[in-house]
């Protein structure tokens, strides 16, 4: 068998180089660590898709919390914080936002909560509270102790909105402070739900 630098079976550097650039090529494709690494680099290919789906739920949750003169059923969202109420502004809420952080005890909260917007919102019948409590580990554990305890008071709760955020938009941050920074592409696509009509002051999702 011929061998050497003039052999047919020695691939030439630049022969070598192309096939083990095709190897890894393939190996991004199929390995899901490889997959992973593009992906920090390169930034959520998905971004569009996921933020659409955001700005439906988000869009649900403002008509639910607009007042009733704006055609809304005047459903208040429960945040945790000041900032977190500043970003649900800046994405169009126009309704009432309550803090949990109030400086109160959670009991005192938690009959307040009940005493105001009782058992079912009078407007359209849902939940008559959204709570959106951020979905890191400290928020978790807020939203299950609010969810609990006012359900055990026969109080449903709207947690649909920060479902889908937890679910949509983790690579963005964990936080509904963290949805500040992309109310410029996040603004939008709301309005176009809210001014299609998509979205009824019930919070349902309408068929064009």
């Known amino acids: 068998?011929?061998?050497?630098?003039?052999?047919?079976?020695?691939?030439?550097?630049?022969?070598?180089?192309?096939?083990?650039m095709k190897a890894i090529e393939q190996l991004q494709i199929t390995s899901?660590?490889?997959?992973?690494?593009?992906?920090?680099?390169?930034?959520?290919?998905?971004?569009?898709?996921?933020?659409?789906k955001a700005a439906k739920a988000i869009a649900t949750s403002i008509a639910r919390n607009a007042p009733v003169k704006e055609g809304g059923s005047h459903c208040p969202v429960?945040?945790?914080?000041?900032k977190d109420e500043r970003a649900l502004r800046e994405l169009g809420f126009t309704g009432t936002i309550e803090k949990v952080n109030k400086g109160w005890s959670r009991s005192r909260l938690i009959a307040y909560l009940h005493d105001t917007y009782g058992m079912r919102n009078i407007v359209d019948k849902g939940p008559?509270?959204?709570?959106?409590?951020?979905?890191?580990?400290?928020?978790?554990?807020?939203?299950?102790?609010?969810r609990d305890r006012l359900m055990s008071l026969d109080v449903t709760v709207d947690?649909?909105?920060?479902?889908?955020l937890m679910r949509v938009m983790k690579p963005e941050g964990r936080t509904i402070e963290s949805l500040l920074p992309h109310a410029p592409k996040?603004?939008?696509?709301?309005?176009?739900?809210?001014?299609?009509?998509?979205?009824?002051?019930?919070?349902?999702?309408?068929?064009?």
């Open 128 to 146: 008559p509270v959204i709570v959106a409590m951020d979905w890191d580990r400290t928020g978790g554990q807020l939203q299950r102790f609010l």
């Open 32 to 52: 899901p660590i490889m997959r992973h690494t593009m992906t920090a680099r390169e930034g959520p290919p998905d971004r569009a898709i996921r933020f659409d």
């Open 1 to 20: 068998m011929p061998t050497g630098a003039n052999s047919p079976h020695k691939q030439s550097g630049d022969d070598y180089t192309e096939t083990m």
């Open 186 to 208: 996040l603004v939008p696509l709301i309005s176009s739900y809210i001014d299609a009509n998509q979205i009824s002051p019930e919070g349902s999702v309408e068929t064009p």
């Open 78 to 82: 429960i945040v945790e914080g000041p």
């Open 159 to 164: 947690e649909e909105m920060r479902t889908v």
